[in-house]
T-cell receptor, first 116, second 118 residues
Framework: DAGITQSPRYKITETGRQVTLMCHQT?????MFWYRQDLGHGLRLIYY???????DKGEVPDGYVVSRSKTENFPLTLESATRSQTSVYFC???????????????FGEGSWLTVV | AQKVTQVQTEISVVEKEDVTLDCVYE???????LFWYKQPPSGELVFLIR??????QNEISGRYSWNFQKSTSSFNFTITASQVVDSAVYFC???????????????FGKGTLLTVNP
């Protein structure tokens, strides 16, 4: 049971470069999310997706682009990385329904991104 | 708007002590979900528990127990006989049920850093 995986786990990039963080889940969950975690700000939602080809902005979407052509993948792209985007990025997914495992949001292991 | 407040920023205990992490939430919805996550020093976010607003039963899982009280909008987490491996940041989180019946985003508290000393 692979669950939800992120890649790369660690990345250093230069200001202005494009970076894509990959997220893959094996549960066929409808919902997928991208959060960033920063000291002093906690965890904040960047984008989320309710299903393939349906995405919407979260709390801090500026500077990020997402796509969801397949249910299992939800890549996050920084089109022109800035130092303020240095952060830990977490992908997450959630199934539906009020059952025991529905509506529970599971997180990937995180991607540590440094923009220099 | 949703809000989650974790009362303690940091807690330090000695191994085998019991410790309670407090969480207070605000929401206007009648249906919502509360979560606790653990973030150990390795950095991953580990799901611990989900509680539905329509189910006020408390829960015990091994050394962990959760006390959900709608009357005080609190969802507190107790670790009994703490161990060094319990050292982590613990996050309380809230989500509201959207019209489709599924969560779509979490509001997190700022986290409580628990240090269990040997």
């Amino acid at each position: 049971d692979a669950g939800i995986t992120q890649s790369p786990r660690y990345k250093i990039t230069e200001t202005g470069r494009q970076v894509t963080l990959m997220c893959h889940q094996t549960w066929s969950h409808s919902y997928m999310f991208w959060y960033r975690q920063d000291l002093g700000h906690g965890l904040r939602l960047i984008y989320y997706s309710a299903a393939a080809d349906i995405t919407d902005k979260g709390e801090v979407p500026d500077g990020y682009v997402v796509s969801r052509s397949k249910t299992e993948n939800f890549p996050l792209t920084l089109e022109s990385a800035t130092r303020s985007q240095t952060s830990v990025y977490f992908c997450a997914s959630s199934g539906a329904g009020r059952g025991r495992t529905g509506n529970t949001i599971y997180f990937g292991e995180g991607s540590w991104l440094t923009v220099v | 708007a949703q809000k989650v407040t974790q009362v303690q920023t940091e807690i330090s205990v000695v191994e085998k002590e019991d410790v309670t992490l407090d969480c207070v939430y605000e929401t206007r919805d009648t249906t919502y979900y509360l979560f606790w996550y653990k973030q150990p020093p390795s950095g991953e976010l580990v799901f611990l528990i989900r509680r539905n607003s329509f189910d006020e039963q408390n829960e015990i899982s091994g050394r962990y127990s959760w006390n959900f009280q709608k009357s005080t909008s609190s969802f507190n987490f107790t670790i009994t006989a703490s161990q060094v491996v319990d050292s982590a940041v613990y996050f309380c989180a809230l989500s509201e049920e959207n019209s489709g019946g599924s969560n779509y985003k979490l509001t997190f508290g700022k986290g409580t850093l628990l240090t269990v000393n040997p």
